[in-house]
């Protein structure tokens, strides 16, 4: 049988919990290492953004261009709210390309049917030219007249440039295009 404790036993048993001085230490190892991580992965969120939208634009810009080819047609990407027309207005602000992409034939005579749709953008500012024209391939995929630079502007000085050319081909420069 075991003796009954007495209050001079106390000292035997174990502490649970932390002193103040370990719980002080704790946070403020916690607060650098927050400290050195948030910045971190602001930059790598907002460089994603950027990612991810020029993914959408080249996904839209290939598809656009293989539609023309294929269906030997005049094919046209452009933003659309509605989705029956473009709508490029007031593309000097870099709001008009932020909305949903549509590719568009051509079937003459001033009628479009809708092919396809990607969704709206997330970035701040995305501008393509200034006469607000739209992307359009003819039915060999050459977009000469129609080509242009695509200038995506993310947070945090991260941004890209997607370029179409002549040919209707597309290459991608990173870095901030002076946005």
């Keep these: 049988m075991r003796p009954a404790s007495t209050p001079s036993d106390s000292r035997h048993h174990e502490h649970l919990g932390f002193t103040l001085i370990e719980l002080v230490v704790a946070i403020a190892v916690l607060a650098i290492l ?44 452009c933003p659309s709210v509605d989705m029956h027309q473009c709508q490029i207005r007031n593309n000097a602000d870099g709001q008009a390309w932020l909305a949903t992409l549509a590719i568009f034939e051509d079937t003459g005579e001033s009628e479009y049917t809708l092919l396809h749709t990607l969704g709206e953008s997330r970035l701040p500012t995305l501008t393509y030219r ?23 502007c993310g947070r945090l000085t991260s941004g890209a440039k997607v370029i179409v050319n002549n040919t209707g081909r597309v290459r991608v420069e990173s870095g901030r295009p002076g946005c």
Excluded: C, H
């Design 130 to 152: 200034n006469d607000n024209r739209p992307v359009r391939y003819d039915a060999l995929g050459r977009s000469g007249g129609y080509n242009g630079t695509f200038r995506l």
């Design 34 to 77: 927050v400290t050195w991580a948030v910045p971190g992965f602001q930059q790598f969120s907002a460089r994603n953004e950027v990612v991810a939208e020029v993914m959408r634009l080249k996904s839209a810009l290939s598809m656009a261009r293989s539609a023309a080819i294929t269906r030997r047609r005049t094919i046209t990407l």
